[in-house]
C-alpha cells in the first residue's frame, strides 16, 4: 500500500522510496532512517501519524516526513489501536528496505514495555513482529521517533 507523504512546509511527496534515496545521495554520508506511528484518538475518529525520520550528523540534526491517516471509527481498544500503530509503522520500513536504497532503517514504537503502563499490553506483539520482520526497534522511553515527532504532528 503506497502512501502519501507531506514535509515540513505542506508538500506532497508521493514516492517517500525516492525521497529518501535522494536524501541519502545529497547526504553523501551514513544516513540513519527512523519510521515510527503515533495515534490519537478524537470523538469520532482516530488520527494515525506515521513519520520517516533521516538522521545525519553532518547536516545538523534529522529531516522528517509524515503520513496522516484518519481512521473513521473511535478506537478506544489500546491493543487495537496500538497494534495499527506498529502495522504501520512496519509496512513503511518494509517497503523503504524494499524501494529504496535506506540500509540503516530503525522502527520505533510508542510502546512501554513496563508492565505498570498500558501501552505495554501490545509490547510483546510488537517485539515479536518486529524482530520476525527483521528490523531493530525501540520503545519508550527511546522511542523518539514515534514518541515525539509522530506524537507532535498528531
Known amino acids: ?60 540534526g534529522a529531516h522528517v516526513v509524515y503520513h496522516k491517516n484518519d481512521e473513521h471509527r473511535n478506537e478506544k481498544d489500546i491493543f487495537n489501536r496500538l497494534w495499527q500503530e506498529v502495522v504501520a509503522t512496519i509496512e513503511v520500513a518494509n517497503n523503504l528496505r524494499l524501494d ?23 509490547y510483546k506483539a510488537a517485539r515479536g513482529f518486529a524482530r520476525n520482520a527483521g528490523f531493530p526497534f525501540q520503545t519508550k522511553p527511546d522511542s523518539w521517533a514515534a514518541s515525539c515527532a509522530a506524537d507532535r504532528l498528531n
Open 1 to 60: 500500500m503506497k502512501r502519501s507523504f507531506f514535509d515540513f512546509d505542506g508538500n506532497s511527496i508521493e514516492d517517500v522510496e525516492s525521497y529518501v534515496d535522494d536524501f541519502i545521495r545529497n547526504a553523501s554520508d551514513d544516513v540513519e532512517v527512523y519510521v515510527g506511528t503515533d495515534s490519537q484518538v478524537h470523538s469520532d475518529f482516530t488520527r494515525y501519524v506515521t513519520v520517516v525520520v533521516m538522521h545525519n550528523d553532518r547536516l545538523g
Open 100 to 122: 529504496s536504497k535506506a540500509t540503516d532503517i530503525r522502527t520505533h514504537f510508542d510502546i512501554n514495555p513496563s508492565e505498570e503502563y498500558e501501552s505495554h499490553v501490545t
